[in-house]
């Protein structure tokens, strides 16, 4: 077991399942790997690491991608009181609000665009690997016979 103070892998052999653990601002992610029946043979807990960190990372962004849409539906809630409020919405706080709004907006459709490449990149990557094994399997046989 390998062990960071903020991140922790875990590895069980009885499952073949990898879990990483991260805390991150008092929060902690989890993500795990588990090695398919057919790929016994190629099994390795750097792969599991890699995948189980990434899985983690995964919901880290998920978490914040989360926490960018209750600040913009705040900040939209605000918006609102002052467009009822004062009817214009000239004001500097009103441009502030919406300046403030599109950044969290912006911020959102980046987080969002992260995920989406980080989850194809890990498929990917599992496809890649997968291709591998099947190369080395076939070769394998191939030696044997």
Known sequence: MITDAKITFDYDPDL???TCKRSVHNKIY???AQCHPHDYDFENTLTGQHYAYTRSM???MCDRRDEYKIQLKTLKHLYNIFEQNCGDCS???CYYLRQQMKYV???IEEMKELIKETR???RSTIAEKDRLYSKLRE???NSNK
Do not use: C, P, V
């Open 16 to 18: 073949h399942r990898t």
């Open 30 to 32: 989890i993500g795990t």
């Open 58 to 60: 995964l919901k880290e």
């Open 91 to 93: 004001s500097s706080e």
């Open 105 to 107: 907006q912006r911020d």
């Open 120 to 122: 194809n990149d890990l």
């Open 139 to 141: 070769k394998r046989s």
